[in-house]
């Protein structure tokens, strides 16, 4: 038992010396590394606390099926994604992993960006999963490789930086539900449907359903409901944690997209270093054992110490004000 004591305690101070290392935004590699990666560097900029309004400022340049909106005014720095494929029911299609994947390449380096939502703009569709009309058209040879650019587009939104959250006001199914695991934080409307339905077509989930759905409801429920590719709606979803909010549907059909906004606005207030460095923390935490973990904490930890946003939340304090954080 001591030896064992030892052991684990001299791993976590080579993992603790060599993590100590880290620079802000740096993912953690050599004897740091897990298996998944960490998130890409950004130093974001701060923005204003909650507000009521909810203005755009501009549409980023992409084609209609996914709009790209940076909120304005008091929600600057809340980027919302919204998927517009009316025809297709959102479904995943080559041209819309395409938008995706420039999109978030984008955000990726957009030092003004604090928290993503996902969204539709198609009222009752979240996302229906893989254009299966489109998919029917491919060769076989075709769709291993298009399957995992889908994996690839839902990994990198995994991997973001800044908070993600994913407003389920309707339909979430197979890939539309993996893109909302892919997020931090799910809210969905009491009248919305979500599964991963893949084996009723003889396929599996291909977009990190298998892995991400044990890791946010379990091993045992996440079989059950690959196994029998059942349907949740919302208030299902809650109760077997799936989802975080579970609200009821209002007349425009966005009550999970106003709750998300909500939940974004509390974001915006929090030391923007402090908030990417949590994030990295825990997602790379829970692929570890415990001790490896607390290790990887500390290493997130001593990036904010010498951060100019840490003395300025200590003055804040101090001088009773709000603090004015810039991310450095």
């Given at each position: 038992m001591a030896a064992a004591g030892a052991?684990?305690?001299?791993?976590?101070?080579?993992?603790?010396?060599c993590c100590t290392r880290l620079a802000v935004g740096w993912r953690l590699?050599?004897?740091?590394?897990?298996?998944?990666?960490?998130?890409?560097a950004w130093l974001p900029t701060a923005a204003g606390g909650p507000a009521l309004r909810r203005n755009y400022s501009s549409e980023g340049k992409t084609e209609d099926?996914?709009?790209?909106?940076?909120?304005?005014?008091?929600?600057r720095g809340i980027v919302v994604l919204g998927i517009n494929r009316a025809y297709g029911k959102n479904s995943l299609s080559k041209s819309l992993i395409k938008m995706l994947s420039k999109?978030?390449?984008?955000?990726?380096?957009?030092?003004?960006?604090?928290?993503?939502?996902i969204r539709s703009e198609v009222p009752g569709i979240f996302c229906a999963g893989a254009d299966l009309k489109e998919r029917a058209k491919m060769h076989s040879s075709e769709v291993g490789p298009f399957v995992s650019k889908i994996r690839a587009v839902i990994n990198d939104i995994a991997n973001l930086p800044v908070p993600t959250i994913a407003a389920i006001d309707g339909l979430a199914l197979g890939g539309g539900l993996e893109l909302a695991l892919a997020c931090?934080?799910?809210?969905?409307?009491s009248s919305a449907k979500m599964g991963l339905v893949e084996t009723k077509l003889a396929i599996i989930p291909g977009g990190g359903g298998t892995q991400r759905l044990p890791r946010a409801i379990g091993m045992s429920l996440a079989k059950e409901l690959i196994f029998s590719a059942r349907v949740l709606d919302g208030e299902e979803a809650k109760a077997m944690g799936l989802i975080s909010h579970v609200l009821e549907q209002n007349q425009e059909g966005d009550a999970a997209y106003r709750k998300a906004l909500d939940l974004a606005r509390e974001f915006l207030p929090q030391g923007p270093v402090a908030m990417r460095v949590a994030k990295l923390a825990i997602n790379q935490g829970m692929e570890v054992d415990l001790v490896t973990g607390l290790a990887i904490e500390e290493a997130c930890y001593a990036q904010t110490i010498s951060t100019k946003d840490r003395l300025e939340g200590l003055l804040a304090f101090k001088e009773k004000r709000p603090p004015r954080y810039k991310g450095e």
């Open positions: 052991l684990q305690t001299g791993r976590a101070r080579l993992l603790a010396a590699s050599g004897p740091c590394a897990v298996r998944r990666p960490g998130p890409a099926e996914l709009r790209v909106r940076h909120l304005e005014e008091e929600n999109a978030v390449d984008a955000l990726k380096s957009d030092k003004k960006v604090r928290t993503i939502i931090d934080i799910r809210v969905a409307a």
